[in-house]
């Protein structure tokens, strides 16, 4: 599974609580299930809880982590094309896809208010979003 790798430090950041027996490597997509609360992606249409911008050892007696919430990011895409300057949403395991628009804000699995910055074709890539 790749994690999302920072290109552009992000300045907003949230404090999530999340289950002590998790680990989570930094850059993983976090998925929101409850108020405050993250697990890690694994889903298409999670909701969207932030990129861990610290490591989380498993059993480590720690349940809270920080959460990214903007930045520019280097993503793993589905397999199906998106196109450059439109929003992408959580598609799976710490990938991306293009978002269907409202329902994606609805469910919340659209990455905050972004945009991709490149073209991919069908059959994926690494996308570059930027999340406002």
Known sequence: MAVATCIQTPTRFQ???????????????????DANT??????????FG???WEEKTA??????????MNGRWS?????AAITAGGSVAIGGANAVRASV???????GAQLGSN??????????????VEID
């Not at 404090?15 to 299930?33: E, F, N, Q, S, W």
């Not at 993503?75 to 397999?79: I, V």
């Not at 628009?101 to 469910?107: E, L, Q, R």
């Not at 490149?118 to 890539?125: H, R, V």
């Open 15 to 33: 404090r999530r609580t999340i289950a002590d027996a998790t680990a989570v490597p930094i850059g993983t997509i976090m998925k929101l299930i």
């Open 38 to 47: 993250v697990v890690v992606s694994a889903a298409d249409n999670d909701p």
């Open 50 to 52: 932030g990129i861990a």
């Open 59 to 68: 059993s480590d007696g720690l349940t809270e982590m920080t959460c990214a």
């Open 75 to 79: 993503c793993t895409s589905t397999a």
């Open 101 to 107: 628009g409202s329902n994606d804000v609805v469910s």
């Open 115 to 128: 945009r991709i910055l490149n073209t991919l074709d069908a059959g994926g890539g690494t996308a570059i």
